[in-house]
């Protein structure tokens, strides 16, 4: 590894202790953009790195709430403004008891990169609280989002930091933190995005990030003609991601054959039927354990991580961090897929996608792969500046061109350094690219 990227490593180790998150997802990236620093000594000379693995602003706060029985509850609140020097700070909300501060850093840390394969103008954030939606009524929801709103709305604008949801946060949170914020502000403007279509949210929003993952997909497997055309996939996680990449794989011809949510699985041999998985889980908000009740043919298996023993093509990863371990990866190759697609953030362990690389599986990495949800976001705040909608057809379009680029920016940074086919790595260097000139153009700030 380059000195001054392992010097700088070490040290936010050490200054950043009980973040192993954190850790991860820096040495993932640092570890690839060594290369790059070899190249650039000057990097070094301006305190690049330095700069970028320090946010530039954590905010934590006290979220207070009443359930309907009158107790009081006190969640934890984070806004992670990462890095601004390509555009206002844009990323999710995740509510979720998981979270910490580790986790907000990983995943603000990942945005910063992610945003700027884009190709659009936004800089690096992540939010969230370790309270979790499920088993909530939608008056403790509401009550709890407008206390979250009540402290982070002076923090946020249109042109500052532009939230939107994760896990946990769907159109119903953005529901109720859009009207609150509104409410204090006294402005409609698009600071959230993922807002419902009647009041400036943007169509194919809530299928972007799913559709996106299937559209970079599809050019990636195109390297070793293939397609989606009568493959067998798996998909973990049933919400939002999982949901919308099963829609788009479908329609271009794949079987999804297994779906999970973080209590079980579930394996169709007919083919998973997306319509009773949106009943259960968009409409019910029941478990997936539920699906046996409408297909009686198919399996319930209690713990998710046996999903990864079924065998299949593609494998699609759209629930959360770190669900792919080593020996899942190795089950995967040795079951003969083809293909892994990472729809949810940093699934992989990162001893599973090396394993993965090393066997020659095609791997879309997170950062390019699960791209088009927030480039989809930079849709609405286009469209919300504007004042005016764009059409399916029209925002489908851009997604799909958007995630087409992506594809081919990281296999050219790859090639660029003599890393044919590395898509970890050439996801890394083509979203440092952009960011750093920027940073140094800026000066230290
Ligand atoms: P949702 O909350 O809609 O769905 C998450 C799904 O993952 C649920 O089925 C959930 O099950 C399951 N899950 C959560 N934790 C675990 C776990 N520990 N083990 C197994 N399953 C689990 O979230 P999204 O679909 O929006 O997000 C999924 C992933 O995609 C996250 O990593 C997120 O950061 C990433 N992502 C999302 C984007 C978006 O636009 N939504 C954009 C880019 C990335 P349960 O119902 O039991 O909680």
């Not at 009158?70 to 601004?84: A, D, P």
Request: net charge negative; aromatic share 10%; glycine share 10%.
């Amino acid at each position: 590894m380059n000195a001054y990227v392992e010097r700088v490593l070490a040290d936010l180790i050490k200054r950043n202790p009980n973040e192993p998150e954190f850790h991860q997802a820096a040495t993932e990236i640092l570890k690839s953009l060594s290369i790059v620093f070899d190249k650039h000594p000057e990097y070094e000379e301006k305190g690049l790195l330095e700069m970028l693995v320090e946010p530039e602003r954590i905010i934590m706060f006290r979220v207070p709430w009443q359930d309907d029985n009158g107790k009081i509850h006190v969640n934890k609140g984070y806004r992670v403004q990462f890095n601004s020097a390509i555009g206002p700070y844009k990323g999710g909300i995740r509510f979720r008891d998981t979270v910490n501060l580790s986790v907000i850093k990983f995943l603000g840390f990942e945005q910063i990169f992610k945003n700027s394969l884009t190709g659009l103008p936004i800089g690096g954030g992540k939010g969230g609280s370790d309270f979790d939606p499920k088993g909530k009524s939608d008056s403790e929801v509401m009550r709890f989002c407008q206390s979250f709103m009540s402290e982070l709305y002076r923090h946020i604008g249109a042109d500052t930091d532009v939230p939107a949801g994760d896990i946990g946060v769907g159109g119903r949170e953005i529901g109720y933190l859009f009207g609150y914020y509104k409410k204090l502000v006294n402005e409609h403007t698009g600071v959230l995005t993922g807002r419902g279509l009647t009041y400036g949210g943007s169509l194919v929003r809530t299928q972007a990030t799913g559709y996106g993952l299937i559209y970079l997909m599809e050019e990636m497997l195109k390297e070793k003609n293939l397609d989606f055309a009568g493959k067998i996939c798996v998909i973990s996680g049933s919400g939002n991601v999982a949901i919308y990449a099963h829609e788009k794989a479908t329609q271009l011809g794949a079987k999804v054959v297994a779906m999970s949510d973080s209590n079980g699985y579930v394996y169709d041999a007919d083919g998973i039927d997306l319509d009773v998985i949106k009943t259960i889980k968009e409409v019910k908000r029941e478990r997936i354990s539920t699906y046996i009740n409408y297909k009686p043919n198919a399996k319930y298996v209690e713990g998710c991580k046996g999903i990864w023993n079924i065998k299949c093509d593609y494998a699609l990863p759209c629930a959360t961090q770190n669900e792919i371990d080593l020996e899942s990866a190795k089950i995967l190759v040795a079951n003969g897929v083809l293909a892994v697609g990472e729809g949810a953030n940093m699934p992989c362990s990162i001893d599973a996608a090396e394993y993965f690389q090393k066997s020659g599986v095609l791997f879309a990495p997170a950062k390019a792969a699960n791209a088009g949800g927030v480039a989809c976001s930079a849709l609405e705040m286009a469209q919300s500046s504007m004042r005016t909608y764009w059409s399916f057809e029209e925002v489908d379009s851009r997604l799909k061109h958007i995630m087409v680029n992506i594809f081919h920016n990281i296999k050219d940074a790859a090639m660029r350094y003599g890393l044919d086919g590395d898509y970890i790595a050439g996801a890394n260097i083509a979203g440092f690219e952009k960011v750093a000139s920027s940073m140094i153009i800026q000066g230290v700030c």
